[in-house]
């Protein structure tokens, strides 16, 4: 995401300098075939942003609700998958952007947003809200889940051990399975111990949680 916001920053550069070298106080007036041209990276880096953020959000669910299935994904493929898509509808709103763009004189505009039409501004607009909502439902998911797990850590902590429902049964869990939620990012901070308290697992495996016998 940093690299992008970087490429984006210096693509939107000369759009910018041109702004500010004919900017005049009393009346705007640019050039709307400049403005097109130097403005066509927008559309596109803010589509690939929205992806890019929807991703991490995607991918912080799945460590935390599904920290198997989080640890067997190829991260790498994922990220040129989900890179390679949003470049795609970027591309799309770009060409969506340059077929509707009013080439005629608009006084008084200082951006893209008043040289194109109407259709294309709602649908633009529409777009990148529905992104953004996903993107801040799909955090509120994480926020919960982050503080429920360091509520349990305390209480554990605290010696008040406070059983969790587990998705799986004793019998189903494998103990090569408990090293991959320990390696989870967002489990890191918990002890081996703390892990199998909360996944309910200390009776099953009670050397491997560093647990005595009994």
């Not at 929807?54 to 990220?79: N, Q, W």
């Not at 390679?84 to 952007?97: H, K, N, Q, W, Y």
């Not at 918990?190 to 009776?203: Q, V, Y």
Request: net charge neutral.
């Amino acid at each position: 995401m940093a690299v992008a916001d970087i490429i984006f920053a210096i693509s939107i550069m000369p759009q910018i300098i041109y702004m500010i070298i004919y900017w005049n106080s009393t009346l705007i007036n640019y050039n709307p075939y400049v403005m097109a041209i130097t403005g066509s990276p927008l559309p596109i880096f803010l589509k690939i942003s929205s992806g890019l953020h929807a991703g991490a959000a995607t991918e912080r669910i799945l460590a935390l609700y599904f920290p198997i299935l989080y640890r067997k994904m190829d991260h790498v493929d994922c990220s040129n998958l989900l890179m390679l898509i949003s470049v795609l509808l970027g591309f799309i709103d770009t060409v969506l952007a340059m077929c509707t763009f009013e080439y005629e004189p608009h006084l008084n505009c200082s951006s893209i947003g008043c040289m194109v039409n109407d259709l294309f501004r709602t649908y633009w607009g529409a777009s990148n809200m529905t992104c953004g909502i996903i993107i801040v439902v799909m955090s509120v998911f994480v926020f919960f889940k982050v503080q429920k797990l360091e509520r349990e850590s305390g209480t554990i902590g605290g010696n008040s051990v406070q059983k969790v429902p587990s998705s799986k049964s004793y019998d189903m869990w494998h103990p090569a399975e408990l090293p991959i939620l320990s390696d989870n990012p967002i489990l890191a901070h918990f002890s081996r111990r703390d892990i199998c308290r909360i996944f309910n697992i200390r009776s099953v495996w009670p050397n491997l949680c560093g647990f005595s016998a009994h």
